[in-house]
Nanobody, 127 residues
């Protein structure tokens, strides 16, 4: 059984920071690819960031590059994303996703690549 559970969402002011965590069971974060996706109301699901667990190569959408940092901790079997300088347009439900495959850059932020999904955590950026 694979379970991904996201934590850390909440309400934050523009310019603030949040750190999201994704605790994995049945899936070890030393292999494959793991990502954060987000979905805002009436918008398509968007790939935010991915990490190839073995070599730790990271990938970011243009909208978050320079503000978000994805990482994983093998000892805790947990995926993270540090989100800084948050903007109202970052408001969304954030989902953790995983694949056993080590994807290359092209299409790595494509949701259909990922087999396992958490339920998500709400991030709201507002004054």
């Amino acid at each position: 059984e694979v379970q991904l559970q996201a934590f850390g969402g909440g309400l934050v002011q523009p310019g603030g920071s949040l750190r999201l965590s994704c605790a994995a069971t049945g899936f070890t974060v030393d292999g494959g690819t793991m990502c954060w996706f987000r979905q805002a109301p009436e918008k398509e699901r968007e790939g935010v960031s991915c990490i190839r667990n073995r070599d730790r190569n990271t990938f970011y959408s243009d909208s978050v590059r320079g503000r978000f940092t994805i990482s994983r901790d093998i000892s805790k079997n947990t995926l993270y994303v540090q989100m800084n300088n948050l903007k109202p347009e970052d408001t969304a439900v954030y989902y953790c996703a995983a694949s056993h495959r080590t994807w290359i850059a092209g299409g790595i932020l494509t949701a259909s690549r990922y087999d396992y999904w958490g339920r998500g955590t709400q991030v709201t950026v507002s004054s």
